[in-house]
């Protein structure tokens, strides 16, 4: 299945959601003041913010009327593009080899899965790839992480528990530069902005990539879990404050009728999302089509 037919599914409870609003919406046959106030209720609904919402709507009244739009068919396709030209706000990413990427994110949003299936995405694409599991916090993360690499069937570079998680990235990128490895994925513990000595750990293993692998492109991903819609944001303003997100992953999108967030998310905070998990197996993890998504909630 390609990722239009992964993400179509992973947004159904999301667009069925809307669907229903949708339809009686436009049933009423009027555009008209009063339609601009259902729609922006709708789209709030649908976990999309209350200013982003006003915007999106302020911006179809004005094509609509400049483009002299009457049919219900062509209201749907501004908003459509509407919805896209939020989103681009933030600007898509396109990965450069050599690359290491830090994953981050508070306890419980996947993150240890998600690297997983990271690992066996660029693997699949004939590309070497090295797992540093830098989570020494949590008991027995790099023992989940491991069988996610052997599962993934890539190099993975450990130390015991409580040891300095900086010096295992150190080592991990020691390895990477030896192996003229194409993807360096740093494991991370997961962690909430109250735990302050956390995320000073996160800004010192970011300095050793910075020292120690200038010549690589360095990239730091934070894991969101879907469900918690709006709530999201939050994480991603907290940790970009503190070490600087330059793209997100986003998980269990297919338990959610939420996705909506998504279109606020990126219109206020410009960071774009990168990769989406579509579903509990290896594979279920695809690049992240801005079409494909806005086809998949409207």
């Not at 069925?16 to 009423?28: G, T, W």
Request: charged share 30%; hydrophobic share 40%.
């Amino acid at each position: 299945m390609g990722f239009f037919g992964k993400i179509f599914s992973a947004l159904k409870k999301t667009k069925d959601k809307i669907s229903e609003k949708f339809s009686a919406l436009f049933s009423r046959g009027k555009i008209d003041e009063e339609f601009y106030e259902e729609l922006e209720e709708v789209l709030i609904s649908s976990d999309i913010s209350v200013r982003t919402s006003m915007d999106i709507v302020e911006d179809l009244r004005d094509r609509v009327k400049k483009d002299r739009i009457t049919e219900n068919e062509g209201v749907v396709k501004a908003l459509k593009e509407i919805l896209k030209e939020t989103i681009e706000r933030a600007e898509s990413l396109e990965i450069q080899t050599p690359a290491v990427i830090m994953v981050i994110g508070v306890n419980g949003v996947g993150k240890t899965t998600t690297i997983g299936k990271l690992a066996h995405y660029f693997s699949e694409r004939k590309k070497s790839v090295i797992i540093a599991a830098a989570d020494t916090f949590r008991a027995a993360a790099s023992d989940q992480l491991t069988v996610w690499a052997e599962r993934a069937n890539v190099k993975i570079v450990k130390s015991s528990e409580g040891s300095d998680p900086s010096s295992v990235v150190f080592d991990a990128i020691t390895s990477a530069k030896a192996k003229k490895a194409d993807y360096l994925i740093i494991d991370t513990a997961g962690r909430l902005h109250v735990k302050a000595n956390l995320m000073e750990e996160l800004k010192k293993m970011s300095r050793t990539v910075e020292k120690e692998y200038p010549e690589a492109n360095f990239y730091k991903f934070i894991v969101l879990d879907a469900t918690t819609g709006q709530n999201a944001v939050n994480q991603v303003e907290t940790f970009n404050d503190a070490v600087g997100i330059d793209g997100i992953i986003l998980t269990k999108l297919d338990g959610t009728a939420k996705g909506g967030f998504v279109v606020s998310m990126c219109g206020e905070l410009e960071v774009p999302v990168v990769y989406v998990g579509t579903g509990e197996k290896l594979d279920d993890i695809d690049e992240f089509d801005v079409e494909q998504f806005v086809d998949g909630i409207i």
